[in-house]
Structures are given as structure tokens and as C-alpha cells.
């Protein structure tokens, strides 16, 4: 296992991110053994940072891992979770509910603590002095309840500045999105550049874009395995990141252990790309993202606020490929297939989803546009 020295800390360079649990078989509801048995095979193959938030499976993560982490001596892993203070009700009650976090992850203290998502949006409402929520979240590092702070940014290099310019000294860590396809089509590069230049510390989300890099076109694939041919697809995007040295921790959240026994291999050793191997990888990725495609990572963010509770993830992925085949029948049919309630049309245009999408989508464009092209065929 790869380790790095971060913090006086030793952290496996591959976290297990607790937001893609596998689930019962047609329900929402994690599988509780299955998850039990990630978690052990994780820790006993060298890994010890969890990932979880206070909305993952909604909301019960935080339990899931302080039921599963419970039976293991405290200072042998690193846990992490974080404030959602991306909404003003949540700031309202940041007492209670950092208090309640505590309780569900059984433990007294979070090794790491991250101000969650923050965007060019929620960055107004982390800065309020009126929530006064960093300082909150500094008297209990002083109290020993959190290790180390820092906070997830989903937003632009500008809002980067803004928190390390009010908070730069407080303030640990940054955890962001990146892989070989947003070096430059989310501009992560400049995020990285910057991170260095001030010597802060990179946590890496959505390493393979939330599955999508390890599903790529037959004639990007072919290009890949003409050059490795053993190496498969998830083996690229990460051998990428151990190519990037500022990159501390990479979270991954695995759905299974065939991903689970997959990711501890590929972090069993340090291999970075060569400076041609990137080059290919930046080029596939140009090419790429020249379509006209919606870059979601069905994060799910935007579920968690949407007041009609439509499914934007599905949504988009139906519009997608409605984008790539112009004029089939099939997104049509898909859409004809759902009540009125679940149809892009139910949207009211509120604007809540976008707040909180870490991809920046507009998401009222595409609705407004899917409503036009498809629904009213």
C-alpha cells in the first residue's frame, strides 16, 4: 500500500469513499454485510481513511461506519466527515448536528473535518460571519474533536482563494475533483497549481468521474491498449493520480470488493504514467469532452435538495444519449415511461439543484431544452 506522510500523519494513498455503497437489490437500503465485509477487507489490506458525509445514503452513513469502524482500536484508522453548510437551515444548527455526527460515527473526535461543497455559491454562506460556522469548527479542534480541517471545493479557482484568503493558515487540506479528463475540461490543473504554490496538501473525489472513465468509447480504449495492454481502465486513471505528487489521499467509493480488490492492487504499488502516457490520456480527453455532452457523475447532490424529488441524474444520462443519437426513439420512449411527476416538464425551475452540483450544470437549461426536444414529441 501506498502511504503518505500528510499532516504527521501516515494515510493510505487510496481512501474508501462512503457514498456508493452496495445496496439491498431493489431498494435504496445499504447492504449491511457486504459493506461490513469492504470495510474489513479494506483495513485488513492497508487502507485506513474513510470518507463520509452527513446526507450520503441519506443520511445514514455516518452510522454505517461508526457501527463498522467500532470494533476496531480508534487510532487505527482516519475519519472523515463533513459540515453541509452549503444550506442555511444546516448553519442554523451546526451545534447539533456536529454533535450529532459524533454520536452516529460513535467516536469523540473526526481525524479529518471538511466544510462540504463548497461552491461559488455556498462559499457566501461558509464566509457568513453571521453563521460564524468556521470558528465553531476551530473551538472544537481546539477541544479535540476534530484533528484537522479543511473543506471540499466545487467550485472555482477564485472561491479556492477566497477560503484560504479568509481561513489560510486554519485551514489544512483541500479535497477536489480531479482525473485526466478534468486536467483541463474543469480547469483542475489551475486548482492544482495553486494548491502547491501555497503548499497546501490535495484529497482527490471522483477519480474515475464517478465510474464514467472506466466505460470509455471502443476506439479510446483501443488507443490504451495498444499502449499497455494489461493495464486496464481504472488502472490508468489512478497510476495517473500517483503521477501528480501533490495528490495525499485518492477516495474512491466502491460499490463492490471486485472494485474494492481492484483499487488496493492498483495502490499496492507506485507506478506513475510516463510524461507520453498523460499526453494521451489529455488528448483522449480533448477530443472527448468536444462533444456536447453533460458532464454529471450522478453525485446526487442535486437529489437532495430538488423539492419535486425528481431523479436529475437519470434525467440527464436520458438526455445524454439523446444527444449523441438526435432523433431516436429511444430517450423519447424512456420519457413516456415516466409519470408526469418524474418527467423533466415537473421541474419548477427553482434553481436549488444548481447551488449545490458540483459540476456547475445548468440544470434549468437542460430541463427547459429536454421539455422542448423530447417531452413534446
Not at 24 to 53: C, Q
Not at 137 to 150: D, P, T, V
Request: negative net charge; charged residues 25%.
Amino acid at each position: 500500500m501506498i502511504y503518505k506522510d500528510v499532516a504527521q500523519e501516515k494515510l493510505s494513498m487510496i481512501g474508501l469513499g462512503c457514498m456508493r455503497f452496495p445496496l439491498i437489490e431493489g431498494t435504496e437500503d445499504v447492504d449491511l454485510a457486504a459493506t461490513g465485509e469492504m470495510v474489513d477487507y479494506a483495513i485488513a489490506n492497508g487502507v485506513n481513511y474513510f470518507d463520509t458525509a452527513w446526507f450520503y445514503h441519506n443520511g445514514k452513513s455516518e452510522s454505517i461506519m461508526g457501527q463498522l469502524l467500532s470494533k476496531y482500536p480508534r487510532e487505527s484508522y482516519y475519519l472523515a466527515t463533513k459540515f453541509p453548510g452549503y444550506s442555511e437551515k444546516n448553519l442554523a444548527r451546526k451545534e447539533e448536528i456536529f454533535e450529532e455526527q459524533l454520536r452516529r460515527c460513535q467516536t469523540d473526535y473526526f481525524d479529518f473535518y471538511l466544510c462540504h461543497s463548497v461552491t461559488d455559491t455556498s462559499v457566501e454562506l461558509y464566509l457568513d460571519p453571521q453563521y460564524d460556522l468556521i470558528p465553531f469548527l476551530l473551538e472544537q479542534k481546539r477541544l479535540g474533536k476534530i484533528r484537522h480541517l479543511g473543506f471540499s471545493n466545487h467550485g472555482s479557482l477564485e472561491t479556492v482563494k477566497r477560503m484560504f484568503a479568509a481561513y489560510g493558515e486554519e485551514l489544512e487540506f483541500c479535497q477536489v475533483q480531479l482525473n485526466w479528463l478534468d486536467w483541463d475540461f474543469q480547469k483542475a490543473g489551475a486548482l492544482v497549481e495553486y494548491l502547491n504554490e501555497i503548499q497546501k496538501p490535495i484529497w482527490v473525489m471522483e477519480p474515475l468521474r464517478g465510474g464514467s472513465l472506466c466505460n470509455l468509447a471502443p476506439k479510446y480504449t483501443t488507443i490504451l491498449q495498444s499502449i499497455a495492454p494489461e493495464r486496464s481502465l481504472p488502472t490508468w486513471g489512478f497510476r495517473y493520480l500517483q503521477s501528480i505528487p501533490d495528490v495525499a489521499v485518492v477516495l474512491s467509493g466502491m460499490s463492490n470488493m471486485a472494485q474494492l480488490a481492484e483499487n488496493v492492487r492498483i495502490f499496492g504499488e507506485n507506478a506513475p504514467l510516463s510524461t507520453e502516457e498523460i499526453d494521451v490520456l489529455l488528448k483522449i480527453g480533448a477530443d472527448m469532452t468536444a462533444a456536447n455532452k453533460i458532464p454529471c457523475t450522478k453525485c446526487n447532490y442535486c437529489t437532495t435538495v430538488c423539492p419535486q424529488k425528481l431523479d436529475i441524474p437519470g434525467l440527464i444520462e436520458i438526455y445524454n444519449g439523446y444527444e449523441y443519437t438526435p432523433g431516436g426513439f429511444i430517450a423519447p420512449e424512456q420519457v413516456k415511461d415516466l409519470s408526469d411527476a418524474q418527467k423533466p416538464s415537473a421541474c419548477i425551475g427553482c434553481g436549488a439543484c444548481e447551488q449545490v452540483c458540483p459540476q456547475k450544470i445548468e440544470i434549468r437549461k437542460m430541463m427547459d431544452d429536454f421539455t422542448a426536444r423530447i417531452c413534446h414529441k
